[in-house]
């Protein structure tokens, strides 16, 4: 009786074994397929364009003073006037054309303000008049014009300032963004070659952010346009 337990129990060991060694070697297998799928490279594509800019935004800042608020409110209403006449002669409609209540300051309500001494006038005011257009080329123009409104007695603040945007980026995305997932695979395809494989299909793809800059300090016109993506594509064997 104990002989034929024994041997029960033996040949019992024998097959979990057997089952224990295959299913291992089965494993083993899948893990050496799924490390092989598995198999992959990131590459970074760039893609650059330079644009102009098709939005221009000209701030003009300008300063008043006079001794009585009727007085200096004559004088801020004539420099506008001359202001925009300047903007309207130079083919730019009213519409594109802004501006903001004058900020008055009276310098006898500074703190700092010395009766003893006076002051040669007692309120400043700086009125700003902002230009918005998508006429670029012409406000670049009027800009070179700019004298003929300190001649006509308009003295221009040191803050009056040009911006210029381009706000066509949804436009021009989609081709920047295959261009660069094209030099991405072409960045791929090198790595593969040196490492003795192929480049397969997309793992996965990450788009970085648009980024639009002035292509340089003194053409803040144009606009310098870049975007990187990340790709994971998968390696094959030949």
Known sequence: MTDRRTVAFLALGICLACGLIIASYIIGNALVEFKSAERYV????????????????????FRNSANDLEE????????????YNFLLEAGFPESEISSMPPQITDTQALPYYD???GREYRY???????????????????????????SAGIAIGEDSSAQFAFTKLNDIKPEMIAEATKNAREAAEQFARDSGSKVGAIRRAS??????????????????VRVVTTVDFFLTSH
């Open 72 to 83: 200096l409110q004559r004088s801020i209403d004539d420099n506008k006037t001359k202001l």
């Open 115 to 117: 009766a003893g001494k």
């Open 42 to 61: 990131t590459v970074k594509g760039l893609s650059e364009r330079i644009v102009e800019a098709d939005l221009a935004i000209w701030s003009i800042s």
């Open 207 to 224: 788009q970085g952010y648009f980024t639009v800059e002035d292509r340089d300090a003194g053409s803040p016109d144009f606009k310098m």
């Open 124 to 150: 400043v005011a700086v009125t700003r008049v902002t230009l918005r257009s998508g006429d670029v080329a012409n406000v670049k123009k009027a800009m070179e014009k700019a004298g003929q409104l300190v």
